[in-house]
């Protein structure tokens, strides 16, 4: 049911994983919708324990849609669900965000001490598995602070600050994102150019050359466009039955569409 808009759909998928030997679960599920007659992006995020009917696996939390049949399986799964059209996907695991990350010569973020604490052990995980110093890389504590690629990735993976851990968890991931994104566009077309060159190489997608180059034609205007975040489960369209999160399916679908369209 999408309108006349002129959107772009494209899922980040973050996947937790230390080797390249399963596709791995996907902690991190963002719908990038670029809506060109708007001028915005949106991001939604769909949280891990969302309840969804994969198909030809069965009902289960969304973010086993990816361990069973990798980045493909999981668009089909969000597009069945949630009657929209994903136009692309990328896909990082932790290495790929750590070049991301390090491709636009890090991001500002405000840490809290306690996520600081938090983030030391993933950061020291991330160090002995890429052979890199933890001494360089880990937090003497909050603040506003420059990121880099490891202590990034190691804040969007901390779900142990905050009240709800997984939604916590999908704002944080939003905010990287987004710093990503506002320091590009500091640096300009050339920097975004140069760090998408640079990241390639370490993400999986289903983009052709010619997807690429006409993301790259559409940057300059792109780059002026306003963020709007969200996450599905929506407040009050859900309810938990178990550890899953079931939501509303008429209510979550219509607000959705009308949000992105």
Partial sequence: SRSASRVDNILLIGVDRRDKSWYGNSDAMILVSVNYDRGTIYMTSFLRDLSADIPGIGVKKLNAACAHGGPRLLVKTIESNYGIKIDNYVSVDFEAMIHVVDAVGGIDMEVTDDEAEVCNPYVQEMCSLYGENYEAHRFSGGGQLHLDGFRAVAFARNRYTGTTHDFGRADRQRRVLTAIFDTARAGGLMTLNNAAQAVLPYVTHNMDEGTVLSYMAKLASI???????????????????????????????????????
């Fill in 223 to 261: 780059m002026n466009f306003s963020i709007e975040q969200s996450y599905i489960p929506y407040d009050d369209m859900f309810h938990y039955e178990g550890e899953m999160m079931v939501p509303d399916m008429s209510d979550t679908i219509n607000r959705l569409h009308s949000t992105i369209y």
